[in-house]
Structure formats: C-alpha cells, structure tokens
C-alpha cells in the first residue's frame, strides 16, 4: 500500500454500522444512510443488511452506481432540474423504488411532465428549512401549499415532510415539523414520512419525535470533527489517511506526501487539516496539491524520514471522493483494495 492512501478499518466501521442501526431499531425510527460518505456499494448493502430501509442519495449519477449493484430503495434528497437529469430520472425509476425531495414549483413541474409522460408514478417529498439555511420552504404554510400541489400534479404522490436540520436545536425541529404536519393534516393530508438527518444528532434524534425516518452519512467512518465535539472517540475513527515524511527541513517541521489531494481542505471550524494518531499535539498547519506541512513545536514527536503515519480527516466524506479506490483492512488483518464506484458522481 503506496501512500498517500485511504486505509478503512472494518472491524471499527461494522462496529460503526451495528451501532446506529441498533439506536434507531431501539426507537422505533427507520434508518436511511447517506452513501456520500462512502460511495461504495459494497458498504450501502452492508447497512441495508443491518436493518436499513434504503439509502439517501444526492445525486441522480449516485443512485445509479447503488442501483446497479443491487440496491433497491433510494431516496434523492435535491431538487431534480434539467430535461436530461429528468430523463435518467424515469429510467431509475423504472429499476427501483424511489424518492426525491422539491422545494419549489418549477421542480415539481418538471418532474410531474417527466412522469406522467413516461406513466409512471414518483413519491416526493417537500424540503424544509428548519433552521439549518441551506434548502427548503421557509414555513409550514410553504409546505402546505408544494404539498397541495404535488398532490395535485400527475405522476407525482407526496409523500412526506423531509429536512436537513440545525444540529444543535433539535427541539426547535421537531416543533417546526411538528407543526407543518398537524397543518398539512388539519387539511386532509396524510403525511407518512417525516425525515430528519445527520451524524451530529445521532445520539438525540430520539428528540425529534416527530420524524419517523433518519439519515446520517458521516457515522459509519466519523472523523475528527467528530472526535473534537465530543461525540465519538478516536477509537471509533475507521477512515485514515496514510502518509508517509518525506521531508525534515527543520527540527520543527516535517512535510508528509499528503497534500489537498488527499487530505480535505475543510478546516470546519478546526485549526489544521487533519489528527496524527500517536501525536495528536502536532499541527497539519499547511496543505499544497502534494504536500503536508507538520509543526512539530507543541509535542515531542520527532519523526525521521521515511516514518509512515495515520491521520484522522477533518471532515471523512470529501476524502472518499479523492481517490479512486480504498484499501479495507478486515478484522483478520488482510487488506483488501475496493473501488470507490461512485467517486465523481456529481450529477
């Protein structure tokens, strides 16, 4: 295994899998991972096997790869513009059970044209903006009024209430909601999926009663940012960048073989790129395209050239996307080299 290389250790993400999929059975909640964080088939069967419904996608090229290799429920959490997006819409339609999310008429309108032209039938979801202020119709009023009309719309059924919430209010999510679906029921409309999301709130997303679905993305790797909120330890980190020292231009810096094409340039509010393991007080203070610089000022660490060693991402999802295959190490120590088959995939 040449480095820079994604080293995945197995026994930590089936622990991983295990975990969640046990909370939300525990609840009563169904669970839909979000493959952005993997974009490996292999790994969504897996969570499939443990007990999840389906899988979250973002985009159309995404599901396609899962659906090709098996996966028959999916759920598309964006809003779907384009003739030609439209077009491989309703041929994955035609090859699994599927969901999209809309925020607005125009969207409904061209997947209402795309269905009823090919007579079939979509389920779509209504987005809400409960606080995170990314997509998502403002108030419960919003939502009444894109149910209506989806409900309206050939080729389309609605089919539920979906959101990417603030991580740090789950209370004010539920309420929101909970709100829009007494308003879509007080006007006779049913509301049989209401789903929330995120790693961040895994562990309280029992406070958002009023959801009946999850999706998390980030849980079955986690990653530093995670570590550092407090909310898994390192230990439960199966994503590492192995790199090796190439360089000791001082007896305060080393300079890795991992740069910005291998190591996620998200900071997220963190300061450096990334957590050595075994020296978690050394900095990854600067990133060029092939390089990683390395203060070593605040510890004792001392690495010679040549020394190989394992870091911890800032951020584990845009890694998976930087390279185009992983190696798994399972739990009898064989490595494994796996694709990662929808790396790119951003249509």
């Known amino acids: ?26 609840i009563g909640v169904r669970f839909r991972p979000h493959i952005k964080t993997h974009k490996t088939p292999r ?99 919003g939502a009444l009024e894109l149910a209506k009309q989806i409900g309206s719309a050939p080729g389309l059924t609605f089919h539920g209430l979906m959101t990417y919430p603030h ?37 309280r997303s029992h406070e958002t009663v009023t959801a009946t679905e999850h999706r998390a993305g980030t849980y079955i790797y986690n990653d ?13 980190c199966a994503l590492t960048v192995q790199a090796t020292v190439i360089s000791r231009p001082t007896a305060t810096r080393a300079v890795i073989d991992a740069g910005s094409k291998s190591l996620t340039s998200d900071l997220i509010g963190l300061t450096g790129y990334g957590l ?12 060029s395209e092939e390089h990683g610089v390395v203060d070593l000022s605040d510890c004792d660490w001392r690495p010679n050239i040549g020394d190989r060693i394992s870091i911890i991402p800032n951020h584990a999802c845009p890694v998976s996307n930087l390279v185009d295959e992983v190696y798994w190490q399972k739990p009898d120590g064989t490595i494994l080299t796996v694709p990662v088959a929808a790396r790119g995939c951003s249509q």
């Open 43 to 141: 790994l969504a069967l897996m969570q499939i096997e443990a007990g999840a419904c389906g899988i979250t996608c973002q985009k159309i090229d995404e599901a396609e790869v899962m659906v090709d290799a098996g996966v028959d429920d999916v759920l598309i959490t964006y809003n779907i513009l384009g003739q030609e997006k439209l077009d491989r819409l309703v041929k994955l339609a035609k090859r699994c059970k599927l969901a999209v999310t809309a925020d607005n008429s125009e969207t409904i309108e061209g997947l209402s044209a795309a269905f009823t032209s090919a007579g079939l039938d979509l389920a779509v979801l209504v987005e809400c903006d409960t606080g995170a202020g990314r997509c998502g119709v403002q108030t419960a009023q």
């Open 167 to 203: 991580m740090s209010d789950m209370k004010a999510v539920d309420s929101w909601l909970g709100s829009a679906k007494s308003v879509l029921e007080e006007n006779g409309i049913g509301c049989a999926t209401v789903s929330s999301g995120g790693t961040p709130n895994l562990s």
């Open 276 to 287: 050595i393991r075994g020296a978690p007080a050394a900095k990854i203070t600067g990133l």
């Open 1 to 26: 295994m040449e480095t820079p290389a994604v080293l995945i250790d197995m026994t930590i993400v089936e622990r991983n899998i295990a975990r969640a999929q046990s909370l939300f059975d525990e």
């Open 224 to 236: 530093r940012s995670l570590v550092e909120a407090g909310l898994c330890g390192v230990d439960d």
